[in-house]
């Protein structure tokens, strides 16, 4: 280079000394020197910005762990064995559930057009490069940095098997990095022909004729066109070859397993066409053969739609499978030194560690154990298939993704249930929905609802017992008020029954009692205790919204959690979270994840009892009745029922001291179940029946468990039984002669204190007034329907004797009817029992069932009509975010 800038420079020495040339001289060496200059700056630049790059690039890798070759070649060829799952017991599940089928093969045992038609598409320098292509890679750089509209890619194979078996489909800079690293790495440990074999076993191809997502050329070649990838022709080699660029748009079937119509068809067509095309630019086929494979008519071959038979227990394989997911992203993410908290506020990081979490139970042969009893779920799923009582299946109208097609799919009534064990959390059995081939959610676990007034005792009720506002037979208002255009009523609208206990406003389950006492404590933020109690999608507008009290919850809850957190009352206020995956094992036996109970105090042991206690009497002679007359064994049973707005959803739970019991029903596009009651029952009664036949199948199953084993809820110390005055909740005096109670109280908040509400022997006006607040309301419905003065004069006394083992739970204590009680009491009903047919009744210790026995003992208490916001200007409106329900009936 220095001798060639000598010569030129001579040269031009010579030429200026020429006549003419003397100012000539002058510019051209200015030039030149400009020239020179000039090219000194492209170089430096060139040499600054490829150090920049460089740079960079070390940046981005200078974290990844230095793969040794075993390492990297296990993981390149680990793609086979996958994962098993147990019930409870280790009894044998099945393999793991896997969307991907894989059939093994060599290159020995694929054809050659096959392999052409892969390298004149994806890779055509493959036998060349050293993993990489540079001015492919520069070219996908350029294209990103420009944004250009045309994304040519850039991958070798060898940087798609990275991609695939080590890395994730991250879209980032970093991941690039990594992929660019770890193929040139690879092509020291592997020959080009094992990665040439891994690739064609590892790439995805679409669907097969079942509708399975499908990955490898052999199992391609079976699924696509029912012959193995040896026997491929050269139409066919090249039409599975164009389907790794976009598995999904050219595989020939829909994911039901049916072949797509002509015009989508036609994508992965054309896309034969240009691997062809692509074929025959490169040399592999001749113009000839190019010219005969592009009439081929390659529709023909696509293998018939097949149809395999459905798994026998889909919703506990997939919920297995998902909470597996979930245990193993942590450990993947721990292991690489992630704090495990990040998982759940960063979607993008959560993503990737499920990615790998998949990758990694799916290829690496884990034992998954699951705390499911199988002959328990068995049962279960029984019941639910043989209940008649559901309610009219519906029809909905669908829109295919794929197709664009509009079709009429049933919608039955859905139900969701699930057994916990309350020491320890484990879940048992659940009933995941009616037909997974229907609906493939498990309503028992991933679906959230308003939880109506199964909200009571869990939100209001045991929160101002734990705060010492009331005990279990403290008057509370059942008296109308209006706040703004908010509006709520009882069940029965025209009910109002004056100052009840709330014992009594818990058994029958009524709406106003609830709102105002929520009221009371709402500053206090009880919600706070229901996030204690593992419900998990709270969100601000829960704090300030007074219907909160009665489940109108922004998104709802499910029935695990719903079901959970009563099991805490069982639990005397410790609350277990459920689980369902007990332990992982790797294949060399080491126990990668075992299970540990984790317990957090959300009520004391006096609260527990004493809401536990006022829950026996739902059962005894409120609005779970009918659940109890049905039941063929009798245990300590305490339960709650709920009913959202407009019947749109109904809940029963119940739990003895050893396991919990929760269901739920509803259309899934809500939507009123009150609807076929004639032939049905009403749906209050449908979900007491549906409650009882579970329990019935879990004594069928496990007699000890379904009875707790005679055990009873034992009343802690700190829980005594004190009489008082019925109107005021104080000290017994001469003028409330004739209106005595007895109930339990938390001695260590709460007892009875001095009389303070009467003057002049009535209730005073300033009692009246702070009873009714915040809400305000009619003073004279304080009384009931009739004047106090008219009332007749009745004891009212409540035994708070322990229950006996050998009885029913909910006769475990005694009292009788407070005076106030009014004609038109919701639990009891003039109406005429009406049948529903042959067939419709169940054996049981009382006789034949009706569904519409009772019908209104048994209803919840629907009435809330509009859904309200605590706001400092009670006439402002809330707005309807189109997720709130809120409840009716509980």
């Given at each position: 280079?220095?001798?060639?800038?000598?010569?030129?420079?001579?040269?031009?020495?010579?030429?200026?000394?020429k006549?003419?040339?003397?100012?000539?001289r002058?510019?051209?060496?200015?030039?030149?020197?400009?020239?020179?200059i000039?090219?000194?700056?492209v170089?430096?630049?060139?040499?600054?910005?490829?150090?920049i790059?460089?740079?960079?690039?070390?940046?981005?890798?200078k974290?990844?762990?230095?793969?040794?070759?075993s390492?990297?070649?296990?993981?390149i060829?680990?793609?086979?064995?996958?994962?098993?799952?147990?019930?409870?017991?280790?009894?044998?599940?099945?393999k793991?559930?896997?969307?991907?089928?894989?059939?093994?093969?060599t290159?020995?045992k694929?054809?050659?057009?096959?392999i052409?038609?892969?390298?004149?598409?994806?890779?055509?320098?493959?036998?060349?490069?050293?993993?990489i292509?540079?001015?492919?890679?520069?070219?996908?750089?350029?294209q990103?940095?420009?944004n250009?509209?045309?994304?040519?890619g850039?991958?070798?194979?060898?940087?798609?098997?990275?991609?695939?078996q080590?890395?994730?489909?991250?879209?980032?800079?970093e991941?690039?990095?990594?992929?660019?690293?770890?193929?040139?790495?690879?092509?020291?440990?592997?020959?080009?022909d094992?990665i040439?074999?891994?690739?064609?076993n590892?790439?995805?191809?679409?669907?097969?004729?079942?509708?399975?997502?499908?990955?490898?050329?052999?199992?391609?070649?079976?699924?696509i066109?029912?012959?193995?990838?040896?026997?491929?022709?050269?139409?066919?080699?090249?039409?599975?070859?164009?389907?790794?660029?976009?598995?999904?748009?050219?595989t020939?079937?829909?994911?039901?397993?049916?072949?797509?119509?002509?015009?989508?068809?036609?994508?992965?067509?054309?896309?034969?066409?240009?691997?062809l095309?692509?074929?025959?630019?490169t040399?592999?086929i001749?113009?000839?053969?190019?010219?005969?494979?592009?009439?081929?008519?390659?529709?023909k071959?696509?293998?018939?739609?097949?149809?395999?038979?459905?798994?026998?227990?889909?919703?506990?394989?997939?919920?297995?499978e998902?909470?597996?997911?979930?245990?193993?992203?942590?450990?993947?993410?721990?292991?690489?030194?992630?704090?495990?908290?990040?998982?759940?506020n960063?979607?993008?990081l959560?993503?990737?560690?499920?990615?790998?979490?998949?990758?990694?139970?799916?290829?690496?042969?884990?034992?998954?154990?699951?705390?499911?009893d199988?002959?328990?779920?068995?049962?279960?799923?029984?019941?639910?298939?043989?209940?008649?009582?559901?309610?009219?299946?519906?029809?909905?109208?669908q829109?295919?993704?794929?197709?664009?097609?509009v079709?009429?799919?049933p919608?039955?009534?859905?139900?969701?249930?699930?057994?916990i064990e309350?020491?320890?959390?484990?879940?048992?059995?659940?009933?995941?929905?009616?037909?997974?081939?229907?609906?493939?959610?498990?309503?028992a676990?991933q679906?959230?609802?308003?939880?109506?007034?199964t909200?009571?005792?869990?939100?209001?009720?045991?929160?101002?017992?734990q705060?010492?506002?009331?005990?279990?037979?403290?008057?509370?208002?059942?008296?109308?008020?209006?706040l703004?255009?908010?509006?709520?009523?009882?069940?029965?609208?025209?009910?109002?029954?004056?100052?009840?206990?709330a014992?009594?406003?818990?058994?029958?389950?009524?709406?106003?009692?609830?709102?105002?006492?929520?009221?009371?404590?709402?500053?206090?933020?009880?919600v706070?205790?229901?996030?204690?109690?593992?419900?998990t999608?709270?969100?601000?507008?829960?704090?300030?919204?007074?219907?909160?009290?009665?489940?109108?919850?922004s998104?709802?809850v499910?029935?695990?959690?719903?079901?959970?957190?009563?099991?805490?009352?069982?639990?005397?206020?410790q609350?277990?979270?459920?689980?369902?995956?007990?332990?992982?094992?790797?294949?060399?036996?080491?126990?990668?994840?075992?299970?540990?109970?984790?317990?957090?105090?959300?009520?004391?042991?006096?609260?527990?009892?004493?809401?536990?206690?006022?829950?026996?009497?739902?059962?005894?002679?409120?609005?779970?009745?009918?659940?109890?007359?049905?039941?063929k064994?009798?245990?300590?049973?305490?339960?709650?029922?709920?009913t959202?707005?407009?019947y749109?959803?109904?809940?029963?739970?119940?739990?003895?001291?050893?396991i919990?019991?929760?269901?739920?029903?509803g259309?899934?596009?809500?939507?009123?179940?009150?609807?076929?009651?004639?032939v049905?029952?009403?749906?209050?009664?449908?979900?007491?029946?549906?409650?009882?036949?579970?329990?019935?199948?879990?004594?069928?199953?496990?007699?000890?468990?379904?009875t707790?084993?005679?055990?009873?809820?034992?009343?802690?110390?700190?829980?005594?039984?004190r009489?008082?005055?019925?109107?005021?909740?104080?000290?017994?005096?001469?003028?409330?002669?004739?209106?005595s109670?007895?109930?339990?109280?938390?001695?260590?908040?709460?007892?009875?204190?001095?009389?303070?509400?009467?003057?002049?022997g009535?209730?005073?006006?300033?009692?009246?007034?702070?009873?009714?607040a915040p809400f305000?309301?009619?003073p004279s419905?304080?009384y009931?329907?009739?004047?106090?003065?008219?009332?007749?004069?009745?004891?009212?006394?409540?035994?708070?004797?322990?229950?006996?083992?050998?009885?029913?739970?909910?006769?475990?204590?005694?009292?009788?009817?407070q005076?106030?009680?009014?004609n038109?009491?919701?639990?009891?009903?003039?109406?005429?029992?009406?049948?529903?047919?042959?067939?419709?009744?169940?054996?049981?210790?009382?006789?034949?069932?009706?569904?519409?026995?009772?019908?209104?003992?048994?209803?919840?208490?629907?009435?809330?009509?509009?859904?309200?916001?605590?706001?400092?200007?009670?006439?402002?409106?809330?707005?309807?975010?189109g997720?709130?329900?809120?409840?009716?009936?509980?």
């Open positions: 280079m220095k001798e060639w800038i000598a010569t030129i420079n001579q040269k031009l020495d010579q030429l200026a000394e006549t003419g040339m003397k100012y000539f002058i510019t051209s060496s200015v030039i030149w020197n400009l020239f020179l000039f090219i000194l700056f170089v430096m630049g060139l040499v600054f910005v490829g150090s790059g460089a740079g960079y690039f070390a940046s981005l890798v974290h990844e762990p230095n793969m040794p070759k390492e990297m070649r296990q993981a060829f680990n793609y086979e064995e996958t994962s098993t799952l147990y019930f409870a017991g280790n009894k044998y599940l099945g793991m559930r896997t969307d991907l089928e894989r059939q093994r093969t290159l020995d694929i054809s050659p057009y096959v052409d038609a892969v390298l004149a598409t994806e890779d055509e320098y493959f036998y060349q490069h050293n993993g292509v540079p001015k492919a890679v520069l070219r996908g750089v350029f990103d940095v420009s250009s509209s045309t994304q040519t850039g991958s070798t194979l060898t940087q798609q098997l990275i991609k695939n080590i890395l994730t489909n991250e879209v980032s800079y991941r690039k990095a990594k992929e660019l690293l770890l193929a040139m790495r690879l092509e020291h440990f592997m020959s080009k094992e040439l074999q891994a690739y064609l590892v790439i995805p191809y679409g669907r097969n004729a079942s509708g399975r997502n499908i990955a490898g050329i052999e199992t391609a070649a079976q699924g066109f029912n012959k193995s990838a040896k026997k491929l022709n050269l139409a066919q080699s090249a039409y599975i070859a164009g389907i790794p660029q976009s598995p999904y748009a050219y020939p079937f829909t994911q039901k397993g049916v072949l797509k119509d002509k015009e989508n068809l036609r994508l992965g067509i054309n896309r034969m066409k240009t691997v095309y692509r074929m025959n630019d040399g592999y001749t113009d000839k053969q190019y010219k005969k494979a592009l009439k081929y008519n390659i529709v071959d696509f293998r018939k739609p097949e149809v395999q038979a459905e798994e026998k227990y889909p919703y506990v394989t997939y919920e297995i998902d909470r597996a997911k979930e245990i193993m992203a942590r450990i993947l993410a721990k292991k690489d030194g992630i704090d495990t908290n990040r998982l759940k960063e979607e993008k959560k993503q990737k560690y499920k990615i790998l979490a998949d990758r990694e139970l799916r290829s690496k042969g884990y034992k998954i154990y699951s705390t499911i199988k002959k328990m779920y068995d049962h279960m799923q029984e019941v639910k298939n043989n209940f008649p009582y559901y309610g009219p299946t519906l029809t909905t109208q829109t295919d993704q794929e197709t664009g097609k079709s009429t799919t919608d039955p009534v859905q139900v969701g249930s699930i057994v309350n020491k320890t959390g484990k879940i048992l059995s659940f009933v995941g929905g009616r037909d997974h081939n229907i609906k493939e959610v498990n309503h676990t679906t959230t609802r308003s939880n109506g007034s909200m009571k005792p869990l939100l209001v009720y045991a929160p101002a017992i705060y010492g506002l009331i005990g279990a037979g403290s008057p509370v208002p059942d008296v109308k008020f209006k703004g255009e908010w509006e709520p009523k009882n069940y029965t609208e025209t009910d109002e029954r004056g100052l009840i206990s014992r009594e406003a818990l058994k029958d389950s009524q709406n106003l009692p609830a709102i105002r006492l929520y009221a009371k404590i709402m500053n206090r933020k009880p706070e205790l229901l996030k204690k109690n593992g419900f999608s709270l969100v601000p507008d829960d704090y300030t919204n007074y219907a909160t009290s009665i489940g109108a919850l998104k709802g499910s029935v695990e959690e719903d079901t959970n957190a009563f099991a805490t009352f069982a639990n005397g206020g609350f277990v979270d459920a689980y369902m995956v007990s332990k992982i094992v790797n294949n060399q036996g080491k126990v990668v994840y075992k299970h540990k109970t984790k317990t957090n105090r959300v009520f004391n042991e006096q609260t527990s009892y004493i809401t536990t206690d006022m829950l026996r009497d739902v059962l005894k002679s409120g609005t779970g009745a009918t659940a109890n007359s049905n039941l064994f009798r245990a300590d049973f305490a339960a709650k029922t709920g959202s707005q407009n749109n959803d109904v809940w029963f739970v119940g739990y003895n001291p050893d919990s019991l929760g269901v739920w029903m259309y899934d596009q809500p939507q009123t179940l009150n609807q076929g009651n004639a049905y029952g009403i749906p209050s009664t449908r979900v007491n029946l549906l409650w009882a036949r579970l329990m019935n199948a879990l004594y069928d199953t496990n007699p000890g468990l379904a707790a084993g005679g055990k009873t809820f034992k009343q802690p110390a700190g829980v005594v039984s009489t008082f005055c019925g109107y005021t909740g104080n000290a017994l005096t001469s003028a409330c002669a004739g209106n109670r007895t109930d339990l109280f938390n001695a260590n908040v709460m007892v009875p204190g001095a009389e303070t509400g009467f003057s002049g009535r209730l005073s006006d300033t009692f009246i007034q702070n009873m009714l305000g309301g009619d419905k304080v009931g329907p009739k004047p106090l003065k008219e009332k007749k004069s009745q004891t009212q006394n409540r035994s708070a004797n322990k229950p006996n083992s050998n009885s029913q739970s909910t006769q475990s204590t005694t009292r009788n009817k005076n106030t009680q009014q038109n009491n919701s639990s009891t009903s003039n109406s005429e029992d009406k049948s529903i047919g042959q067939g419709s009744s169940q054996s049981n210790q009382t006789g034949q069932t009706n569904p519409n026995k009772d019908k209104d003992k048994d209803k919840d208490e629907n009435a809330s009509n509009n859904n309200q916001n605590n706001s400092n200007n009670a006439s402002d409106d809330k707005k309807d975010d997720h709130k329900t809120e409840p009716d009936d509980d």
